[in-house]
Each structure stands twice: as structure tokens, then as C-alpha cells.
């Protein structure tokens, strides 16, 4: 069974460049984060786009499709530049709620693969960019994420520090 690891945590905390740093250490592949490239298409067709909460479930889809085609190729571990947990969390904090597919699939994907998680912290400086919107609620954001993973039961390690620091801490978990 694969193993998928998958870098989580806040807006701008160091999930893509750690997730590239595994995949590359690894030799892993690397599923990349959906919602990125999604709004950029988006953006490109139209300048004035704004997501709505239908989006969400889309990039959602588009994620969890990204990921099953990725674990299909009977790889030993496979890492993820997030998950529908980003999608979960981030649906909730901007409108309430999330959509029924992406908590119960979340969960089901939990149950049904080796899962571990790598919640970033924020001690990475805000890096401002177009798609970031929500520079000052980082360390709530956080503390969410890990009730969230504690509730789902997940495997997880908070990881610290520089990219090198936080390299070396993710793979001593993981090997372990």
C-alpha cells in the first residue's frame, strides 16, 4: 500500500516548498496543490474572478482525483502538496460550512490509506501574493488544523524551523 504524505497547515507556511524537498529527497512523486493552478486558469480567463464556495467542491474533485491517480501508479509513498483538509478547514472558515463530499471523503481517505501528515508551523514569515488572503489569523488557523487532525486520528508531526530543519524532522518521521 502506498504511503502518502502530505504537507499541511495555513496559507504561507512552508507546504509547497517542503512538499517539493520530500518529493525530490524521496524520489517520490509529488501530486501538486489543485487550488493554485485552478484559480490562475480561472484568473487568466477572467481578471475579476472570485470563488465562490462551488469552486471549493470543484478544486476538491479536481485534488482527490489528482491524488487516487497518483496512488494508482503503485508507488511506495507518494507526496501530497495538501489535501481536501486544506479545502475542509479553509470551506469553514469562509463560509460556515464545507460541502458533505469533502469531509466525507476526507474521512474515508483517512481510514482507507497509510496517511501522515506534516503540519507546518507558522513561524515562516507571510509572503504576500495574489492567491493569499488571509495574512493575520495564521496561529488560529493552526491550532484548527490540529484539532481537525486529531479528531480525524491522524498520524501526524509538527514540523519547525528552517527548510532544512524541517526536512530532516519529516523524514525522521517518516522512516520511523
Known sequence: MTQIIITTGPECCGKTSLAKALSKSLRAPLVTEIAREYLNIKRSLQPNFQYQQKDLLQIAQLQHQAEQEATNSKTESLICD???LVILIWSEVKYG???PWISTTLA???R????TYLLCDTSIDWQPDALRENPNDRLTLFTRYQEKLTTLGARVLIVKGDEHT???????????
Open 108 to 110: 474515508t481517505a483517512q
Open 112 to 115: 482507507k490509506t497509510r496517511r
Open 97 to 99: 460550512n464545507c460541502h
Open 82 to 84: 495538501t489535501d481536501l
Open 166 to 176: 524541517r526536512l530532516t524532522q519529516a523524514k525522521a518521521f517518516i522512516a520511523s
